[in-house]
């Protein structure tokens, strides 16, 4: 998976959907555009998600968010049965880092 793949497959884990659109998203001014996203929880298990697509800057973002009921459980990966892997706030700096050329600083801060 490149960097942008990843970057466009982040999913925090954020419950309810209201904290993205109502709390950041809206308030922030961000455009976005919003759809629902089938990912599968088990082998037999596929349920819809809201997700949202917008720029940061040049880089595009794709987030779906999932509920605090499946912080441990990651949804299984395309075509597999293994669970994505999830990105820590140090492997996505790194990525925004990579894309930017140059280091966010509320990432390295943690804020």
Same mark, same amino acid.
């Given at each position: 998976?490149?960097?942008?793949?990843?970057?466009?497959?982040?999913?925090?884990?954020?419950?309810?959907?209201?904290?993205?659109?109502?709390?950041? #998203?809206?308030? $922030?001014?961000?455009?976005? +555009?919003?759809?629902?996203?089938?990912?599968?929880?088990?082998?037999?298990?596929?349920?819809?998600?809201?997700?949202?697509?917008?720029?940061?800057?040049?880089?595009?973002?794709?987030?779906?968010?999932?509920?605090? =009921?499946?912080?441990? $459980?990651?949804?299984?990966?395309?075509?597999?049965?293994?669970?994505?892997?999830? =990105?820590? #706030? =140090?492997?996505?700096?790194?990525?925004? +880092?990579?894309?930017?050329?140059?280091?966010?600083?509320?990432?390295?801060?943690?804020?």
């Amino acid at each position: 998976m490149t960097n942008e793949e990843k970057l466009q497959a982040i999913r925090p884990w954020i419950d309810p959907e209201e904290r993205v659109t109502v709390n950041f #998203l809206d308030e $922030q001014g961000i455009p976005y +555009e919003q759809h629902d996203r089938c990912l599968r929880l088990t082998r037999d298990d596929a349920r819809d998600f809201p997700a949202f697509q917008f720029s940061a800057g040049a880089i595009p973002v794709d987030v779906t968010v999932l509920p605090l =009921a499946l912080l441990r $459980q990651a949804p299984l990966e395309r075509g597999g049965d293994k669970p994505m892997p999830r =990105a820590r #706030l =140090a492997a996505l700096d790194a990525l925004i +880092e990579a894309e930017s050329g140059r280091p966010d600083q509320r990432l390295a801060n943690g804020t």
